[in-house]
């Protein structure tokens, strides 16, 4: 697993719970260390039993702690570099949606060695959509509905979002598009403010 992963895992835990919850995560877990380095690559298991014991301490199911990784990692001032790639990807929600089939490449772009599964996007009509996330990442396709969610309040989309289980190999997202300017969304601007 990339060291990135891992260390989104680890900011998660720290800015919502707390240093002291991570580090009897990672004594739970058996790791014998409690730093993640971004750039390593580590072995799946490793995330595995770190995933499991964060659902044993916080008791809670790994779906649920991975849409709140997903949230986190949008919506969280540590993470406004993510949030920025992903609204390159339009100036509407829909638009935004649309991006989602060419976010692994735009991700190895920034990371040549961190190969996400592919997302494709299915318009059922103007307001329905289904985003079918290929296999490869356990727990990506739970990541994507709290990045879905955190990035409709971004853009002030009011949205519904499912998560519908597996289809073949890929697990596949519902979206319902109800309202695309629900509310006033949040500042975006294309280019660097000057100082």
Do not use: K
């Not at 992903?86 to 638009?95: A, D, K, P």
């Not at 300017?181 to 100082?195: H, N, P, S, W, Y």
């Amino acid at each position: 697993m990339h060291g990135l992963i891992n260390r989104a895992i680890q900011s998660f835990v720290c800015a919502t719970y707390g240093r002291p919850c991570w580090q009897r995560v990672t004594d739970s877990a058996g790791l014998g260390f409690s730093e993640f380095e971004a750039m390593l690559t580590y072995d799946d298991a490793i995330t595995t039993s770190l995933l499991d014991a964060l659902s044993t301490e916080l008791a809670r199911p790994r779906p649920e702690i991975m849409e709140d990784v997903g949230t986190y990692l949008v919506s969280h001032p540590n993470t406004e570099a993510l949030r920025r790639l992903l609204r390159f990807g339009g100036v509407t929600y829909v638009e935004f949606l649309h991006s989602l089939d060419d976010l692994a490449d735009r991700v190895r772009l920034a990371v040549s060695d961190l190969s996400l599964p592919v997302l494709e996007l299915q318009e059922l009509s103007q307001t329905e959509f289904q985003l079918i996330c290929g296999p490869g990442l356990p727990g990506y396709a739970s990541a994507m509905v709290g990045v879905l969610r955190a990035m409709a309040d971004d853009y002030g989309a009011l949205v519904m979002l499912s998560h519908e289980g597996q289809q073949g190999e890929a697990e596949v997202i519902s979206i319902l598009l109800v309202e695309s300017a629900f509310a006033e969304g949040r500042q975006f601007d294309l280019g660097a403010r000057g100082a």
